[in-house]
Nanobody, 119 residues
Framework: QVQLVESGGGLVQAGGSLRLSCAAS????????IQWFRQAPGKEREFVAA????????RYTDSVKGRFTISLDNAKNTVSLQMDSLKPDDTAVYYC????????????WGQGTQVTVSS
């Protein structure tokens, strides 16, 4: 079992920045990947970014490339998502998930953290 807790969400103006964190407990990042997804009101949950254990592989959806950066702190069992140049379209609940790879569907999910970007 893996428990995931997201933090760092909030309200920010367009063009601003936020840093989300995903803290894992129960079972450490022994293999696989941590992924970030988001879900806006009335829309399906969509992939945002992923990072493999060891940080050797990262993957981003096209809409966030160049603006978001995912990173891994193995010592703290934490994955961060630095979000810069935020847009109103980035408004959503952000979830982190633990998966077998950067492309697999996560088997474990956190509860989510709200990100709201005002125009």
């Amino acid at each position: 079992q893996v428990q995931l807790v997201e933090s760092g969400g909030g309200l920010v103006q367009a063009g601003g920045s936020l840093r989300l964190s995903c803290a894992a407990s129960g079972r450490t990042f022994s293999n696989g990947a941590i992924q970030w997804f988001r879900q806006a009101p009335g829309k399906e949950r969509e992939f945002v970014a992923a990072i493999s254990y060891g940080g050797g592989i990262t993957r981003y959806t096209d809409s966030v490339k160049g603006r978001f950066t995912i990173s891994l702190d193995n010592a703290k069992n934490t994955v961060s998502l630095q979000m810069d140049s935020l847009k109103p379209d980035d408004t959503a609940v952000y979830y982190c998930g633990a998966a077998g790879s950067t492309r697999a569907i996560p088997a474990y999910w956190g509860q989510g953290t709200q990100v709201t970007v005002s125009s």
